[in-house]
Each structure stands twice: as C-alpha cells, then as structure tokens.
C-alpha cells in the first residue's frame, strides 16, 4: 500500500506519497498541512515523520530538535493522526534516510549498511541484520560524536574532536580557512581573502586543480576514513553509504577515506565493506520515512532480494 | 533443554552442560575430548564452540586465530557434529561472552547491551534489540580496534592509537612502566626497577594507595571512557558490562570511564546507559556458548523480562 513520508527540516517540510517499490506518487514540499494536500487523492494507510532531532521512538515524541522547540515533547503521532485519519510515527531525520538508502538507494542488495550524512552537521543511521539500530531509546545510530581525536577542533556538542568537527562540511569550512592563511597564494587563499570559504567553494577548487583545496578535502577524507574504520570493524556491514551536501566532494573524499578503512579496519571485513555515495539525495529522508510507515517495526525479511512489504 | 558451550582459550578448553537458567550442571577443563566427557550423563541437544578469532558464522568456520592456527578453515561444525553426534556451531569468544552477560548477567533485564573485555586484547560484543550483533560475515561486535587518537600508542594490529592500544591489561602495563619512570619514588617506580610490571601489579599497588599506580588507572579508565562514550552513542544502551582480567581494577577504572561517558556521549544516551562490571567473570564464554546453542540466531523475544528457550 501507498504510505507517506515526511521529512521535517528547520526551513521547511517536504511530503511525499510514495509506493511501496520507492516511486514518488505524489509530493509537496512547503511548511503547513503538508500531509493532508499531499493526501488528496491518493490511498495511502500510514505517515512516518522524520525529524531533525532525538526521537523517543517507543513514543513518538520528540524530545530535543535544536532547531525545532515548537515540537518537542508532543505526541505527534496523537496529534498529526487526529488531524489527518492516519496511523502516523515519527524517527530522527538521519535514521529515516539511511532506511531510504538501505531500502530503494546505496543499500537495496544489502542486509547490513552504515549511512553517514555530510552536512552542516554529521547524522548517521544502521541497519544491522536487516533491523534499523534505533537503541533503547531511538537515539541509536548517532555516528558524528565518536571521539577521533581529542585533542582535536571543538564540536558543536561541546567536546573536541568528534568525527563531526573533523568531517563535516561545517569542518572543510573551518579547515579551508585555516589552509588559506598557510597558502596564500593558491585560488582557496585568494579566494579567501574574498569571502568566507565554505564546503563548496572547496568542492568547486579542487575540481579547478586547486592545491590548497585538494589538501583540504584529502585531510577531511582521512578523518573520515579513520571514523569509518571503525564502524566497519563495529557492523562488518557490506556498504557504508555516505550522504550531504559534503558527499558531492566524492572521489575526493571518498578516495582518502577508502585508504584510511584499508589501512585501519580488519580483515575480513575491511575487505567485504563497499564505501559508495548515496544514491537518493535528498529525497533519501521523505522515501525511508514512508518505508518507515509501513513496517511498524523496521524490519524486513532479510536476504540480498528484499520483499517490498 | 539442556546445552553444551565450550570456550576455547589459547592453553586450555572448558565445556560445560548449561541448564536453560544458565545453570552450569557438569563442567570439565582440559584440552582434548571436552565435548564427549562432559556429555556423559547428560540430556543435551546442542553444542557451540566459542573461539578466540574470526568466524564466518554463515559457515560455522574460523578463518583467523592468532593463537590456534590449527582450527582454521576448517568446518568445525561438521567435523565436531559427527564425533559428537550434536548439532555444533561456532562464535567469536567475545560475542560469546558478551551473550553470555545478557542471558545471565549485567544485561539479563535489558535488550540493548555493550559488552567490553579488557584483556592481553579488548573484545566486544553487542546486543541491540535483543540481537547479537554479528554482522555479514560475523565479525562485528570489533569494539578493540576503533582509533582513539591516530597519534596514539602502536597497537598489535599495526595501527595507532586503538582503544586496545589505550586501555587493555597490555596497555596498562606500557603506561605503569612510563610512569614508573616519571616517578620512580612512588611504589610503582620501585617495583618497575625489580620486575617487569603488569596490569595485576598496578590494581594492587592502587588499592594500597600509590599514587603512580592510581594516576595510570584514571588515565586508562578516561580512555575507555572516550570509546565507550562513542558506543553509547552509537547503541543507545541501557548497559555496558565491562568484563575482562582489568576489570578487577574496578572502580579505579570504573570511575573515570564513567565521567568520560557523561562528558561525551550525548543525552538521552547518556542519561540512560549503566556502566558496570561484568558478574560472570571467566564463565560468560561457556554460559553464551550453550545459550547460543540453544538458539539458532542469537535472537529472543525482545522485553526486560526475557523468556527462557
């Protein structure tokens, strides 16, 4: 059956009707009443939310977005299902996207993936024996706070050194200006004196050949390749899917990173583990969440065919 | 019904038939013939071999044993099964052990637990959702080998900085006789002129108050702390059990590791997970064993109060 997901961002939301073979039936992306226009039309038996924050997913309740206190700590799912007629959950947003991947992207042939998320911050998801990792409480899968190095860059969550102040794209901002102060002469350096660097400037330079940017990206990769090495000895899972707006850097982080997972995680799973891009962009969170609706659990029968519920 | 687990150790087999309880009913230690001796008497339907390595468990076979070469690719299920006439099948030691706590011990009343070994090596185990985590190929549950600091320490496995590198009975020893120059006045530095020190040395020279001795076990316990709080994170626990010869230095290890957690791992993560020792002590290889060989998957009815098979 039809299901909908629901993606919640600080800006805006999108929704999206979508069929049980991952086809979009049907969406709108704008901030109100999103699922019940969206709705119109469509036979569609259950909504999952996904959200940027700490899912009490044996609730579901929110209870801390940073950038969304006006939804916390509400049973959306008495809410939402009150206004809308249908069975509505909700999950955190990174959890939501890697069961996207794991389901209809990077993950589709798998029982066992790790998905990271490059964005201003790092999200992560699991799925180990076909089940989603969500934890005791629904705030498993949180990959971006593992400590790599703490000695390391301060991290938004207060410590230092999280794989997060080292990987993100907020962390190739920071580590770009830092690198065209020491080369001043490269286009990231001149580029620098301009403007505040950020992520895709980075990606656009070292496209160009730039030096100073390729730098960048390499170092950012091996901080990430370190973090995955770990992961990969962690699951042993056979694709690491890597997603945000940091992951269309690709080779160029994606390459250093492989090393580093070579170099540092163990036989045999370091040589069973595909570290690949994504593949949904970001309609990974609207299309995982409408999976998520379905199955009130997040389990499929495993086996390299998955059924399509 | 009752079941036969054996843990395989470098020097020495222990066998042991397992009541449902986790009873252990008839117990032999030596090295050959194990299986069939403890038998004798018994009503049992099942064995599992736990093994210091890395098993397929797709396939019942080890394919890496650093200290028993000999069993390797070799498929012990059938090989065993026949001389034994039971259905055999084989797991990685720690995993075994780390069933082992969640049946019968630190994590009998939860459905998500950690489990860490602190040895000549660190092993771990993980059970999430009531499932143990073994990954694709079986080799998950690796906890030893994540990079805490990639200019840390070397590590047996050829890196740097390893959580094993940090905070194993190996790496306890390392820092008391750096310490033990640093200040050779204190009891440590005087018995590190007499005698190669070890990790046994340094947890009673602590529980006679030296000060060397205490300063070597906080800086361990703060390691572990750092890799246990990105576990946390990453599982959302409700407990770690920390087992393993370094274990019994306690709190002096306990405590440190435990403010690490509460500075690293994020709420409600942290508000949640119990950080405790271990309670089986050697036994939790034998007693995960026989669970395990009672259940085909490693998988039982979700719910603090778990139903015995």
Not at 114 to 135: E, M, P
Not at 181 to 201: F, H, T, Y
Not at 217 to 244: Q, S
């Amino acid at each position: 059956m039809n299901a909908i997901g629901v993606d919640i961002g600080g800006t805006k939301i999108a929704a999206a009707v979508v069929s049980p073979e991952g086809k979009v039936l049907n969406e709108v992306r704008y901030p109100t009443q999103a699922i019940r226009e969206v709705k119109e039309g469509f036979e569609v038996d259950g909504a999952c939310l996904a959200v940027p924050g700490f899912v009490l997913t044996t609730e579901n309740k929110v209870i801390f977005a940073p950038n969304l206190h006006e939804i916390e700590n509400i049973h959306l799912d008495e809410e939402l299902g009150r206004r809308t007629g249908l069975r509505v959950t909700v999950e955190n947003d990174a959890n939501a996207a890697a069961w996207g991947e794991f389901r209809f992207g990077a993950g589709q042939a798998v029982d066992h993936q790790v998905f990271i998320t490059l964005g201003t911050g790092i999200g992560g998801g699991v799925i180990t024996h076909g089940v989603l990792l969500r934890g005791a409480q629904g705030a498993g899968g949180e990959l971006g706070h593992v400590t790599l190095d703490p000695t390391g860059p301060p991290c938004s969550c207060g410590n230092h050194g999280c794989l997060e102040a080292l990987a993100s794209g907020t962390a190739i901002g920071r580590r770009a200006r830092e690198v065209a102060n020491e080369m001043p002469r490269s286009a990231l350096g001149r580029l620098a004196i301009e403007k505040q660097v950020l992520g895709e400037d980075v990606t656009r330079l070292a496209h160009e050949g730039d030096k100073a940017a390729l730098r960048v990206l390499e170092e950012t990769g091996r901080w990430l390749g370190i973090g995955l090495a770990g992961f990969v000895n962690i699951f042993n899972p056979e694709v690491v899917a890597v997603g945000g707006g940091a992951s269309r850097a690709g080779a160029f982080i994606l390459e250093p990173a492989r090393k580093e997972v070579d170099l540092r995680a163990r036989s045999p799973s370091r040589d069973l583990v595909k570290i690949r891009k994504a593949t949904l962009g970001p309609e990974s969170g609207v299309l995982g969440a409408a999976a998520l609706a379905r199955s009130e659990d997040g389990e499929y029968v495993l086996g390299p065919s998955k059924q399509v519920a």
